[in-house]
Every structure is written in C-alpha cells, then in structure tokens.
C-alpha cells in the first residue's frame, strides 16, 4: 500500500526531472538530456519526493490521500537551481569601481591600488556577524525568490583568522534563519591582505595556520590561484595541507591568466576548479582524466566587459562535466540570478538550453558534493522545485531579464509564492 503523502503537484506541462546523474555528473550529449515528463506530477512527504510520473499515474495512486495539491497547468517545473560558487557574505558595495571601469581602469588595475577584494575587505572588517547576516539575508532572499534553493558560500573577506571566523559564524547564523541550505567554504586564500603586502609568503604560511581553526566549520577549502592573487607554488602548499586535514579542495583558476591551476586541481582530485575563462587543451583533458566538474562562471567576464568567455563548448566536446555559478559579489559580478546566468551561458559560451539547465542544477550539486540530495527530481531527494510561469523551458534562456519563478517548494514546503517569500525563518 502506497504511504499518503503531504504534497501533489500535478500537470505540469513539462516536468524536467534532470534523472539518472546523481552518482555521476552529466557529461557530453548527457547534457542533453533533461528526462521531461509532460503533463508530469511528483508526490512529496516529508519534504521528500516519493514518487515522479506521470499525472495520471501519480494522481490515482496520492490525490485521495494529498493534504494539499498543486496544479501547475501550463507550467515548467524543474530542480531548484543550485549555486555552487558565491561571496555572498561580505560588507560594502563597489559601485564607484564600476564607474571607473567604464572609464578604462582594469580589475587588476583598481586591486592594485587598494580596491577591488581589499576594498570589501576594510567594509567586512566593519561589521559584527550578526551585521553581516543580517545584509546577506537579503541576497539570499533574492536568490530564493530567482529559485535558487540550494547556495554555496565562501569566506575571504576576512584575511586574518579572527575575520575569517567572523565570517563563518555569520554563515552559521544563516544556515539557522534562512529556508535555503549553505555549503560554507573558507577561501582565505582570496588576495593577500594589505598588512602583508610585503611579504606574501608569510601570508601563505597565515593561512596554512588558519585551517586547523576552521577545520569543521567548513565543507570545503579554496585557494584563488591566478595572477594578481596566488601563485601556483603557493597554491599547491595551502591545498595539499588542507587535503590532508581532510577538507573538500576547491580551486579558482583561470579567471585572467592560466598558471596551470587546471592540473593542481586534478592531481588533488578537487571537487570543483572554478572560472577557467583561460585553460588550454591539456589542463581540460587532465580534469576530464579525473572527473573534476568545472563551474563557469559567465556573469563575471559579462560584468567586466570582457570578451574572453570560457570555452564551454569545447570542454563539453572533450566529456568534461560543466557547472553554472553567478559568482555573486560586489565586485565583479553582483548578481544573484541563476536564471540570467543560464542566459549568458548560452549567448556567451554557446551552450544549449538543456546544457545550460543541467548545469546549474545536477551538475551545480556534484560541483559541492550534494548531488546525492538535490539537483534532481528523484524519489528520495530533497522536495526542492521551481515551477516557472512560461510554456517551454526553452523560454528560461529566451525570456532573459525577467523573473519566470512562479513558485518555490523548500524540502516540500512552498517558500515563494506570487513573487513574496512566504516560508518564514527556520527555527
């Protein structure tokens, strides 16, 4: 006998379950595949998915016994997004540098002189951490109401030990208040601080003292390796000893020079290495070798007014498993938006629809290690799901600058409804 369940969502005019890639990330023309149901349905109990089919089928066997139903005629429902790359906990704005970028000035060139990371870091340094939770808990909101349910979060705006715990204890306090779960990553290798200025190495050796200390605190440890942050050297010392701590390795490469961060992250075994704007054929087939997902991060070069994307196209040729994130920060790309980086996935680095939505979603999971929970609709997952309020998923990247969530189901819960967020803080 088939248990009650809690919720029904029914007719769905095309339920995009993103199966059979929970184990594995989604790789080549798998990346095709979305595993639509038309007039799909799902049962959920407990705020998992017991069942996925067809309405039909799911309607005899649940509706009698369904607390609540909810029609999604005309509909597109699908995975809550997830965000596998994000600063979001940070203090200050950097508007003024977005002038000064559209007046010549460079990225690096406004870190040189003292903006850029540092210039968030002195706003960072600032605030207390319950401040700092309090102005993040409006960029989650935001996330959340664009369907994003699942959301990783770095530090690296602290750059000494005390900042840093600052910034994991403001992550903590949201993991309690907000209905989105966060994979928390310490990233104290983000720039080397203005007190270290002179002596950078001593600040690689900071850093390496630093994890013990957050050791627990976090899921995953990474390093920004590229010029103008770490180099390669001193990349590979910070990772292979919190590798041997036992922490998950992430990686920033890629994002204006290849240092060959591609290889460092293959030889770790990383979960992810993220940007990649710049790699070569080598260091794709060395991720390919061990299976690293690579999260791409389009909203950055766009809101830089750089041309130079990375070359989705062919790291999908050669099998590599490709993730979407915003990348959201202050500074170079001040988005939260899943849905307008499916968009320039697609315009920018000519990936389909369905790769695109793959990749912010099964793939964005295994990018943090959560794909056994989320990024697909799959009896025995989190209930996590978007509905959209457009005819074919292939108006997600189409409709661009507009929010199409309709609503938002957090573990079998509605979160947003009618463009408010209506499931109140955790207890």
Same mark, same amino acid.
């Given at each position: 006998?088939?248990?009650?369940?809690?919720?029904?969502?029914?007719?769905?005019?095309?339920?995009?379950?993103?199966?059979?890639?929970?184990?594995?990330?989604?790789?080549?023309?798998?990346? %095709?595949?979305?595993?639509?149901?038309?007039d799909g349905a799902l049962a959920i109990k407990d705020g998992r998915i017991l069942e996925v089919g067809p309405t039909e089928e799911i309607?005899?066997?649940?509706?009698?016994?369904?607390?609540?139903?909810?029609?999604?005629?005309?509909?597109?429902?699908?995975?809550?997004?997830?965000?596998?790359?994000?600063?979001?906990?940070?203090?200050?704005?950097?508007?003024?540098?977005?002038?000064?970028?559209?007046?010549?000035?460079?990225? +690096?060139?406004?870190?040189?002189?003292?903006?850029?990371?540092?210039?968030?870091?002195?706003?960072?340094?600032?605030?207390?951490?319950?401040?700092?939770?309090?102005?993040?808990?409006?960029?989650?909101?935001?996330?959340?109401?664009?369907?994003?349910?699942?959301?990783?979060?770095?530090?690296?705006? $602290?750059?000494?030990?005390?900042?840093?715990?600052?910034?994991? %204890?403001?992550?903590?306090?949201?993991?309690?208040?907000?209905?989105?779960?966060?994979?928390?990553?310490?990233?104290?290798?983000?720039?080397?601080?203005?007190?270290?200025?002179?002596?950078?190495?001593?600040?690689?050796?900071?850093?390496?003292?630093? *994890?013990?200390?957050?050791? $627990?605190?976090?899921?995953?440890?990474?390093?920004?390796?590229?010029?103008?942050?770490?180099?390669?050297?001193?990349?590979?010392?910070?990772?292979?000893?919190?590798?041997?701590?036992?922490?998950?390795?992430?990686?920033?490469?890629?994002?204006?020079?290849?240092?060959?961060?591609?290889?460092?992250?293959?030889?770790?075994?990383?979960?992810?290495?993220?940007?990649?704007?710049?790699?070569?054929?080598?260091?794709?087939?060395?991720?390919?070798?061990?299976?690293?997902?690579?999260?791409?991060?389009?909203?950055?070069?766009?809101?830089?007014?750089?041309?130079?994307?990375a070359p989705a196209r062919r790291m999908i040729e050669k099998g590599l498993p490709v993730a979407l994130g915003t990348d959201f920060n202050?500074?170079?790309?001040?988005?939260?938006?899943?849905?307008?980086?499916?968009?320039?996935?697609? +315009?920018?680095? $000519?990936?389909?629809? %369905?790769?695109a939505i793959n990749a912010a979603t099964i793939n964005a999971a295994h990018a943090i290690g959560m794909a056994d929970q989320v990024g697909?609709?799959?009896? $025995?997952?989190?209930?996590?799901?978007?509905? *959209?309020?457009?005819?074919?998923?292939?108006?997600?990247?189409?409709?661009?600058?507009?929010?199409?969530?309709?609503?938002?189901?957090?573990?079998?819960?509605?979160?947003?409804?009618?463009?408010?967020?209506?499931?109140?803080?955790?207890?």
């Open positions: 006998m088939i248990e009650p369940c809690d919720l029904l969502l029914v007719h769905s005019k095309e339920l995009l379950t993103i199966r059979g890639a929970s184990k594995k990330p989604k790789a080549s023309t798998e990346m %095709e595949d979305l595993g639509i149901i038309h309607e005899k066997r649940y509706r009698i016994e369904a607390l609540e139903v909810i029609d999604a005629s005309g509909k597109v429902v699908l995975p809550g997004f997830i965000d596998p790359h994000t600063h979001a906990v940070f203090g200050g704005t950097r508007e003024e540098e977005f002038t000064l970028r559209l007046q010549g000035k460079s990225y +690096l060139e406004i870190l040189k002189e003292g903006g850029g990371i540092l210039s968030t870091v002195r706003a960072t340094r600032a605030l207390s951490a319950e401040e700092l939770a309090e102005t993040c808990k409006g960029y989650l909101d935001n996330m959340l109401l664009h369907g994003t349910t699942t959301v990783e979060i770095k530090s690296g705006y $602290g750059l000494n030990l005390k900042e840093e715990l600052k910034i994991l %204890e403001a992550i903590e306090l949201l993991k309690k208040r907000h209905p989105i779960d966060i994979v928390p990553t310490f990233l104290g290798a983000h720039a080397v601080p203005a007190e270290f200025r002179d002596n950078p190495k001593g600040y690689v050796e900071e850093v390496i003292d630093m *994890l013990p200390r957050v050791k $627990g605190r976090v899921r995953f440890c990474d390093v920004f390796c590229d010029e103008g942050a770490f180099s390669l050297e001193d990349s590979r010392k910070i990772l292979e000893r919190a590798k041997a701590l036992g922490f998950g390795i992430k990686l920033h490469a890629g994002e204006f020079k290849d240092l060959g961060g591609t290889s460092l992250a293959a030889e770790l075994g990383a979960c992810s290495v993220d940007h990649l704007d710049y790699v070569n054929d080598q260091g794709i087939e060395s991720l390919v070798k061990k299976g690293v997902v690579v999260v791409l991060l389009p909203g950055v070069p766009f809101f830089l007014g750089q041309s130079h994307f202050p500074g170079s790309c001040p988005t939260e938006n899943m849905q307008l980086i499916i968009t320039l996935a697609c +315009l920018e680095m $000519g990936l389909s629809p %369905e790769e697909s609709l799959e009896p $025995g997952k989190k209930a996590d799901i978007v509905i *959209l309020d457009i005819p074919s998923y292939k108006h997600l990247p189409y409709r661009f600058g507009t929010n199409h969530v309709d609503m938002v189901i957090k573990a079998g819960k509605v979160a947003v409804e009618e463009g408010k967020i209506v499931l109140g803080h955790r207890a």
